[in-house]
């Protein structure tokens, strides 16, 4: 009897050794790996964590940035319309110019950005939308989002991130109600790294008639 007792004492034991083996296959020097990620996908989504942490301030901070790019294309049926700010940083303010082109007309206007706010040297329709140049997005909608497919080359030093499509995160709604998409719209947002100071984020919402791409760049400084 004291045999078999013995036998179930060891069969507790490694029931509970291999439970506790499992438990470590989900975390990661003290850090839970989230369920929708695998272990080398949670780690590799650390290369982004510059741009994570840019888009989640309230008010833009450009210290430490070179520059810094925010595009808007939206087509709908034939027409394609096309507004992209390009801003140099100097200290905690910007400089660059401001471009549109709709259809084959196309203009050009320099401008700065200083408290949030672009400021225009001369009068141009329509004005840069503000809220996407200074759009936040947490952290928690990325988390939320599974992974489609990752990408590192060596040759270009450019590591990407595509998300699965969705719709159902706040942004999405926002960015929706905004452009006035339909209900069958996706929203796919895709993350990039490159030459070493280089993070980008595009979202792309698309319809069967209409697709919006917001494309933010930030340049750091190198060393």
């Known amino acids: 009897m004291k045999k078999y007792k013995h036998l179930f004492w060891l069969s507790g034991l490694v029931i509970v050794?291999?439970?506790?083996?499992?438990?470590?296959?989900?975390?990661?020097?003290?850090?839970?790996?989230?369920?929708?990620?695998?272990?080398?996908?949670?780690?590799?989504?650390?290369?982004?964590?510059?741009?994570?942490?840019?888009?989640?301030?309230?008010?833009?901070?450009f210290n430490g940035l070179e520059a810094y790019k925010s595009r808007v294309y939206i087509k709908n049926g034939d027409e394609v319309k096309r507004y992209e700010i390009d801003l140099y940083i100097t200290k905690a303010d910007g400089k660059g110019d401001y471009r549109i082109k709709i259809g084959e007309n196309k203009k050009t206007v320099p401008?700065?950005?200083?408290n949030g706010k672009l400021h225009y040297d001369s009068?141009?329709?329509?004005?840069?939308?503000?809220?996407?140049?200074?759009?936040?997005?947490?952290?928690?909608?990325?988390?939320?989002?599974?992974?489609?497919?990752?990408?590192?080359?060596?040759?270009?030093?450019?590591?990407?991130?595509?998300?699965?499509?969705?719709?159902?995160?706040?942004?999405?709604?926002?960015?929706?109600?905004?452009?006035?998409?339909?209900?069958?719209?996706?929203?796919?947002i895709r993350i990039d790294y490159s030459d070493k100071t280089n993070y980008g984020i595009t979202i792309q919402l698309t319809s069967k008639e209409m697709s919006v791409k917001i494309g933010l760049t930030i340049i750091k400084k190198r060393g």
Do not use: H, W
């Open 17 to 61: 050794l291999i439970s506790l083996s499992s438990l470590n296959a989900c975390s990661l020097g003290g850090e839970t790996i989230p369920q929708n990620r695998t272990k080398e996908q949670y780690e590799f989504e650390k290369t982004f964590d510059p741009m994570f942490k840019f888009l989640e301030q309230e008010q833009m901070d």
């Open 111 to 114: 401008v700065s950005y200083s």
């Open 123 to 188: 009068e141009i329709d329509p004005l840069f939308d503000e809220e996407i140049l200074n759009l936040v997005v947490k952290k928690d909608v990325f988390d939320s989002l599974n992974v489609k497919r990752t990408l590192r080359t060596g040759t270009t030093e450019l590591s990407e991130i595509i998300y699965q499509p969705e719709n159902n995160s706040d942004l999405f709604q926002k960015l929706k109600s905004k452009y006035d998409l339909p209900e069958e719209t996706t929203c796919q």
